[in-house]
């Protein structure tokens, strides 16, 4: 294997050269120092090395700084965010790009780097993320290996051509500086340079942070920059570069990426002219790098933004000091120095054990053994750290009010409530920050996603609407959670999208309203529980689809056991008329039967009459019938 010492410093590449003023930077501005010191503090290093005079003494870390910082972190990633892609006029692209950026950033674990970002950010000022297309990544559906990847870069190892223009994509060149094994760098490098790749040593500031011997290791410095808009990169260590010449991100301009397709029929193994051609002269542009700087509090025009460690450390050491001298004068009260005359203990040893019996063997009357006695603390001094802590509290925003801690028992849960939004207020900056970093973050995704998914199986989880269509097209079956889709970039490369944070805003004085409001009003039973849900803001009320849907499918079944009590009393309202009109029919037919006997009755009378009248011998009119 080649060594370092081969090679003269006239042989090192220009990619490294920059790296060196990158750093220069950096020292600087005080920042390869500044930066582990915060960390340090952050992780409960706050003392410095022990001397001979103070090896004895206490050194207590109370870590105020680390629950600040963890306190602010999860209040600014505490509301859900949410990439919204939207295409003007076209509600199916809209609906689909959303949905599959959804499902990769789940795939690639985003929230959780997110949050690893903000903690890095209140750690160190400034967080990085690059994003990349890793080949060994698993997910080969399409034309290219592996799938979509993000990594968080420290920003000690991030260098840009001018660290004063905060706009990332106006940047001349970005580079970042990474470990990695010598044995896959030369996978990454042409051959002819594979015997000047050799391992080095780390060269890093964090002083706590060591490699085994041996390692295998070698800075791999990767170089981003704009020609004719695209976006290329190189590589390069400090001595070889990888290739000889630079590679677009774009996959389109690497011929030998391409999964050939067989336009003309004849089988071959190259990519077809026809084929070649048309990507030439249409395919779509990476004009963007694929690195995103952020600062929630960003200094005056840098790229490199201001930890929220660093006002504190001060406070924090003197708050340990102060507890370590109280601690010491404690364990002087309790076990203080002796002052012996000589020849006072004759060979005796002091133990300081209780009980222990000494003789003082001192001349005379006087005593020539006896305790220095220490001066106890004052009341002062004993508040002094509970005070600073306070007063570091609030200066940082990080009260008991914001870290969820018990405020006064007299309090109600609204006046408490409304304590939370006034304090979240001094964060509401930094978390619009984030997500501008997240609409920044949505444009990145974008290329990618339209340069390197071809035919990507996917799935969704399907919208309270999707569902009621679902059911009302087919009412016996059941109606599923997801739905599989399959998404191909190519098909939205002329669509442009424009990216809206979908996020929530945390506790708000007008949502506290709103929401007292709306609990009356639904008392008052002048809404429905639908609108309640619908009003309800969403940071307080995480389950509104769950919710929603509950109502939905519970008036559904309530609507189809009316529309069965409506049936059943049709039914009984058609029998009822059945019967009615039997018993029409039959008082009908009574009354031509009454009819018909009163007929026959009249006749019968007047038969009667005329009898009766020849009985009694007298010629009778015949009579008409009534």
């Known amino acids: 294997m080649a060594d370092e010492t081969t090679y003269k410093d006239d042989n090192i590449t220009s990619m490294w050269k920059d790296y060196e003023r990158g750093k220069r930077f950096l020292e600087n501005k005080g920042l390869t120092t500044a930066i582990p010191r915060y960390v340090a503090f952050y992780e409960g290093d706050q003392w410095a090395k022990p001397t001979e005079a103070t090896k004895s003494m206490p050194r207590p870390v109370f870590n105020f700084i680390k629950m600040i910082v963890d306190n602010k972190v999860s209040n600014i990633v505490g509301s859900p965010v949410k990439l919204n892609f939207i295409a003007e006029n076209n509600k199916v692209a809209t609906q689909k790009f959303t949905r599959f950026a959804h499902f990769i950033l789940k795939e690639m674990g985003m929230e959780n780097i997110d949050y690893e970002a903000i903690l890095t950010d209140r750690k160190k000022g400034t967080f990085v993320k690059h994003y990349y297309w890793s080949e060994e990544a698993y997910g080969k559906k399409g034309k290219f290996e592996g799938g979509f990847r993000c990594q968080l870069i420290d920003p000690l190892n991030v260098y840009v051509a001018d660290p004063n223009e905060t706009d990332i994509q106006k940047q001349k060149w ?85 999964k050939t397709k067989d336009v003309d029929g004849k089988g071959t193994s190259q990519p077809d002219e026809k084929l070649e051609q048309d990507k030439q002269e249409n395919y779509y542009m990476a004009t963007r790098y694929p690195i995103e700087i952020c600062s929630l509090d960003p200094s005056d025009d840098c790229i490199y933004g201001l930890s929220e460690i660093k006002n504190m450390m001060v406070a924090q050491k003197l708050v340990n000091f102060n507890l370590a001298m109280g601690a010491l004068n404690l364990q002087e009260l309790g076990a203080p120095k002796v002052l012996v005359k000589p020849n006072a203990l004759q060979g005796q040893t002091l133990t300081n054990q209780p009980g222990q019996v000494v003789v003082d063997y001192t001349p005379g009357n006087q005593w020539g053994i006896q305790n220095l006695q220490a001066t106890p603390f004052t009341a002062q001094a004993l508040q002094f750290a509970p ?176 529309r069965q009590l409506v049936a059943e009393q049709a039914q009984m309202i058609e029998q009822l008329k059945a019967t009615t009109e039997q018993q029409e029919a039959d008082i009908q037919n009574f009354a031509r039967e009454l009819s018909k006997s009163n007929k026959i009755n009249a006749s019968l009378q007047q038969e009667y009459s005329i009898k009766l009248q020849q009985l009694m011998g007298g010629q009778a009119q015949p009579q008409q019938p009534k």
């Open 387 to 562: 005070a600073l802590i306070d007063l570091i509290r609030t200066v940082s925003n990080a009260t008991e009010v914001i870290t969820g801690e018990m405020v006064s028992k007299d309090l109600s849960g609204y006046a408490i409530a409304q304590l939370q939004a006034q304090a979240q207020k001094p964060i509401e900056m930094q978390r619009k920050r984030f997500w501008q970093h997240k609409e920044r973050e949505g444009k990145i995704l974008e290329m990618f996603f339209k340069l390197y998914y071809d035919n990507k199986p996917f799935s969704y989880k399907n919208s309270l609407e999707e569902k009621i269509a679902m059911r009302q097209a087919k009412p016996m079956q059941n109606v599923p959670e997801t739905t599989a889709d399959i998404f191909n970039g190519e098909e939205f490369q002329d669509i442009n999208f424009n990216i809206i944070v979908e996020a929530g805003a945390g506790t708000q004085y007008s949502e506290i309203q709103a929401m007292n409001l709306l609990d009356k009003l639904l008392e008052m039973k002048l809404i429905d529980l639908d609108f309640y849900r619908q009003e309800y803001p969403p940071t307080a009320m995480p389950f509104k689809e769950a919710l929603g849907e509950y109502i939905y499918f519970k008036e559904q079944k309530e609507v189809e056991q009316l």
């Open 174 to 258: 970005i580079m970042i500086a990474v470990r990695e094994e010598v044995s896959k760098v030369k996978k990454m490098a042409d051959k002819k340079y594979h015997d000047k790749i050799c391992s080095d040593e780390l060269e890093s500031p964090y002083g706590n942070k060591r490699e085994l011997e041996d390692s295998g290791l070698v800075t791999v410095l990767t170089k981003y920059f704009k020609k004719d808009g695209e976006v290329y990169y190189e590589r390069s260590t400090k001595y070889t570069p990888l290739k000889d010449e630079a590679t677009p991100i774009n996959p389109y301009l690497v011929a030998k990426k391409f």
